[in-house]
């Protein structure tokens, strides 16, 4: 488990364990700096291990004014190497949870370090530009619905609006009055616009099946109770501008170079699994990973709601 804990009265950063690469690796590369910063039993703590460190726990030291950060960790990691030259003085180095950790580590490290400097570090903004202008730049989202909305309990009470509506009663103003959706009532029922699959399939069917200025002619039955319901305007949905959706496309050509460089490492090594169960659990996991890597890019990513 890798974990920081606040000291509240010496407002120190404590007993950070070893696992400083958890997680993903994508996260930026630790800075090359050999600088030494303290020494503890004739151990260096660099400040590429205090800048490492910084990274990995940003989330945990944003409360931390910018000053006293790298104090703060430098403290932690020495009180972490004190504790470790005790460990080891102990005989930890023979325990087989030690050596299963180290292990585990020693991989994770490796595959960190090499993803970073063959995956991260070589993309570049002209392929994540190429893969906006492929995957969405080209894509026509759906149409979005701009609708309004009567929420009532009985099928009755929605059946007597659609009665008033007909009559030349005011959409806005009978939402406001009866309507029990807490969320649009107010608003005369306005929901705004959405797109395929926002609301739940009744609604979206119903709305789907109206033109602008059309009202439902019969009540709408959903999980919430009975809709009568207005489509206000229709629009086609533009696609995302580039600045909107530049990460997410990052994270879809460094998925794609991740996977492509992991089949290739695949193809040169043995894989044994000896128990029946998790050999067919994994085969299953690989078939899928193999389907997902092949399939074209899901639709492209959505729009901020006006």
Not at 176 to 195: I, N, R, T, V, Y
Not at 230 to 249: L, M, S, T, Y
């Amino acid at each position: 488990m890798s974990f920081l804990i606040l000291s509240s009265a010496r407002k120190s950063l404590r007993l950070i364990p070893a696992l400083l690469l958890a997680g993903v690796v994508l996260a930026g590369p630790a800075r090359a700096d050999g600088d030494v910063l303290a020494r503890v039993n004739g151990k260096d703590i660099t400040k590429a291990e205090v800048d490492m460190a910084m990274d990995v726990f940003g989330q945990q030291l944003a409360q931390v004014p910018d000053g006293a950060k790298q104090s703060m960790v430098l403290d932690a990691l020495i009180d972490m190497h004190v504790v470790a030259d005790a460990a080891a003085a102990s005989g930890v180095k023979d325990d087989p949870k030690y050596k299963a950790r180290i292990s585990f580590l020693d991989a994770q490290a490796l595959r960190n370090t090499y993803l970073e400097d063959q995956v991260q570090a070589k993309i570049t903004d002209d392929e994540i530009k190429a893969r906006y202008e492929k995957d969405i730049a080209g894509y026509t989202p759906p149409e979005e619905v701009h609708a309004r909305h009567i929420l009532v309990k009985t099928e009755d009470e929605a059946k007597a609006i659609i009665a008033d509506l007909a009559k030349g009663g005011d959409f806005a103003k009978i939402a406001e009055e009866k309507s029990q959706d807490p969320g649009s009532a107010k608003q005369g029922g306005d929901l705004g616009f959405f797109a395929a699959g926002d609301m739940v399939p009744e609604f979206e069917k119903a709305a789907g099946e109206l033109k602008p200025g059309e009202v439902t002619k019969t009540p709408v039955k959903t999980q919430f109770g009975f809709h009568v319901i207005k489509v206000e305007d229709i629009r086609d949905a533009a696609p995302p501008k580039f600045e909107d959706v530049e990460q997410q496309v990052r994270q879809l050509v460094m998925r794609d170079k991740y996977l492509a460089l992991l089949d290739k490492a695949k193809a040169s090594e043995k894989v044994d699994i000896l128990d029946a169960d998790l050999k067919k659990g994994y085969e299953e996991i690989s078939k899928n990973q193999a389907g997902d890597a092949a399939a074209p890019a899901d639709a492209a990513p959505a729009a901020p709601k006006p």
